[in-house]
């Protein structure tokens, strides 16, 4: 970082402000009572060192407006992992200060000697000791004695879930967890390796036997659970109905052990999936070798740990690890284990003086674009039932903003409580199962809490479960359960935000945003959560409208990225919508709106759920008439598509 760091400073000293083209440029501060001019002149200088002036920008304004970006960040990377280095910079930061500083004030903070314990010990790693996760599982019946789903229900309480029978607790709506019943999962199969097979108390059977052993019982397994049908709905069942239709597994005792329950109520809901293949799972397992099967269960178990994301024991064998790249790797991993307390820490050391201004103005600039959205949805071009326009409505209406992720109004108690409930140990396996087990077991709790008020605390962020294959929340995100669109850390900073950037680059990027993760409310696999959460027929009355068909067909030539697309298209258009009112000002300052639109994703290579940024940006470009009119570009040439798609 440090060489494109450089860099980028020498090219911002060489770019004069008055060879900007910035006359007339709103330098009002919308928001605030003041915005400081030179974070302003700073931002423009980079966002104008990565524009390529030999490119023209009505063929490809991607190339236009990133096209210096590798030259200066020479170590690739985008926006987001710069943004999120930084972040993950300011823990290491606050740990070896903590470190060598034991009178400082943070000690006394909620959960922070834990944290710090945690960091030790695994910055303290030398190598993977997988037989040290089995020896801390609490303890069994010699594996050739006890039942199979005994073991299953004790790795359920560390969260893993995936084999022989699935229960698992989930965030089912605004308000309510439930307990989820599945077979056997049929898309995963076990990668036995030698550092698995070295942890297993085996007692002699040699690893290709082994491998060949679970092989078999995978191909048994994967033909039982694997439906017959494509329905793959779930039923709300009561325990008392699956007892009575699968009695062939003590289910009440493989609840209590995995909830860690005293007793679970026979009329206890449940969403139950393809209860007849469980039963022939069960059936099947119950004719088989115990210790085969326990066995089977740890190997599981083992892989999964390895493959949870940012597990540093996976990176540790690499030869390029340094002291430096471990600590970064530990830390990566407890953003993602530890995920409340490594929030509540970067909220009280380094948050807290930020948060107001940041909520003043990220909400004001959310409760213009919901206004501009309602409006939208009033003009009805769809022609849709007024229901539903009605119901879409209230959607938006009801949706909410979590900047930074902590849970609002409440108070230290709440964390010194959440202190109580999470242990550390002696190194870092046991402190990654206490971790494990502090998470589920805190799930567990809100499925069977019955204290409304208590759990509406919870309810007020989303706190993300250890296995979520995410970048960390680099970036905000649109949570379909809670009707909230979360605003990380990691993104309330500069390059994408600051409080007091004037307006063009403030709705520039913030309004894209949150326009973006609004409209993915309504993207045909979101829009039938209604303003609860709760599942609807939304798109099934939407697909009833041809406009509204003929308005997704534009727009989808690719499944893939359908949902991306449309956010995309949708989101930049409300955004624009909600901040230009004045022509005249638009034209004064729409550069620095789309150079600071496009900075977002500059470097982006993409992946399974989204196109490469330079395709991102020049599609949704490409769909705006109000870009082709600021840089005149000609009809039919790639900014200024002939097929103009609408949708919402």
């Not at 236009?64 to 030259?71: E, F, L, M």
């Not at 052993?213 to 439906?227: D, G, I, Q, T």
């Not at 949706?399 to 409930?421: H, I, S, Y």
């Not at 140990?425 to 990654?432: A, S, V």
């Amino acid at each position: 970082m440090a060489c494109g760091l450089r860099i980028i400073s020498l090219l911002l000293l060489s770019i004069s402000i008055d060879a900007l083209p910035t006359y007339h440029l709103n330098q009002s501060c919308p928001y605030q009572s003041q915005c400081d001019p030179s974070i302003n002149w700073q931002h423009i200088r980079r966002l104008e060192s990565y524009v390529r002036r030999d490119v023209d920008p009505c063929v490809d304004f991607y190339a236009y407006a990133c096209g210096n970006w590798r030259r200066i960040h020479s170590e690739g990377g985008t926006a987001t992992t710069i943004s999120e280095a930084q972040i993950n910079q300011r823990f290491e930061d606050l740990f070896l200060r903590l470190l060598q500083d034991p009178l400082a004030q943070e000690h006394g903070y909620p959960m922070q000697q834990k944290l710090l314990t945690h960091y030790q010990s695994c910055t303290a790693l030398t190598s993977p000791n997988l037989r040290r996760y089995l020896q801390l599982l609490p303890p069994l019946p010699p594996l050739n004695a006890s039942h199979w789903m005994e073991l299953v229900s004790i790795l359920g309480r560390y969260g893993y879930h995936d084999h022989f029978v699935q229960i698992e607790v989930r965030h089912h709506n605004i308000s309510q967890h439930m307990i989820f019943i599945q077979p056997h999962n049929h898309n995963q199969n076990l990668d036995l390796t030698r550092e698995i097979y070295d942890a297993l108390p085996h007692n002699g059977i040699g690893f290709a036997q082994l491998k060949e052993m679970f092989s078999v019982l995978e191909s048994h397994l994967n033909r039982l659970a694997k439906p017959n049908i494509t329905d793959d709905s779930f039923h709300n069942l009561t325990l008392e109905q699956i007892r009575r239709t699968v009695p062939e597994l003590d289910w009440l005792g493989a609840l209590k052990r995995q909830l860690n329950r005293s007793s679970v109520n026979a009329d206890h809901s449940f969403q139950v999936d393809e209860l007849s293949a469980i039963r022939q799972v069960i059936l099947y397992l119950n004719r088989q070798d115990r210790r085969l099967l326990n066995l089977y269960s740890l190997a599981r178990f083992l892989s999964h740990l390895l493959q949870l994301p940012h597990n540093p024991l996976e990176s540790l064998s690499s030869a390029l690890m340094s002291s430096k790249s471990l600590s970064i790797a530990c830390i990566r991993h407890m953003r993602r284990t530890l995920y409340l307390p490594m929030i509540y820490a970067y909220e009280r050391v380094y948050y807290a003086q930020q948060r107001p201004s940041d909520e003043r103005v990220i909400h004001s600039v959310f409760t213009e674009l919901k206004d501009q959205l309602v409006q939208t949805l009033d003009q009805n071009n769809f022609n849709l039932d007024r229901g539903l326009v009605k119901a879409l409505q209230t959607k938006v209406l009801g949706m909410r903003l979590n900047v930074g992720n902590v849970p609002r109004n409440v108070t230290e108690d709440f964390f010194w409580a959440t202190d109580r409930n999470w242990k550390v140990g002696h190194d870092f396996h046991e402190n990654h199962l206490n971790s494990l087990l502090y998470y589920y077991s805190l799930t567990a709790e809100l499925e069977g809490n019955p204290d409304a008020t208590e759990k509406a605390l919870w309810y007020s962020f989303n706190n993300h479960s250890p296995d979520l294959t995410d970048n960390i929340d680099a970036t905000p995100y649109f949570y379909c359960l809670g009707n909230i669109i979360i605003i990380p850390y990691s993104y309330a900073q500069l390059p994408f935000y600051h409080s007091e950037l004037w307006p063009a680059m403030l709705y520039g990027d913030l309004a894209n945003t949150l326009g973006h993760e609004m409209l993915h409310a309504f993207d045909t696999d979101l829009v039938d959560y209604d303003v609860q959460g709760n599942m609807r027929d939304y798109s099934e009355q939407l697909q009833q409208q041809p406009l509204y068909v003929e308005a997704v067909k534009c727009l989808n030539d690719s499944s893939v990225v359908l949902n991306e697309r449309t956010s995309d298209v949708s989101g930049s258009r409300l955004a624009f919508r909600t901040y230009m009112k004045d022509t005249q000002s638009w034209q004064s300052n729409g550069r620095y709106y789309f150079l600071q639109f496009s900075h977002f994703f500059c470097g982006d290579e993409g992946d399974r759920y989204h196109d490469m940024g330079s395709t991102r940006l020049n599609y949704a470009l490409s769909q705006m008439p109000e870009f082709a009119a600021y840089f005149h570009c000609a009809r039919g040439t790639p900014m200024n598509s002939a097929e103009q798609c609408q949708f919402w």
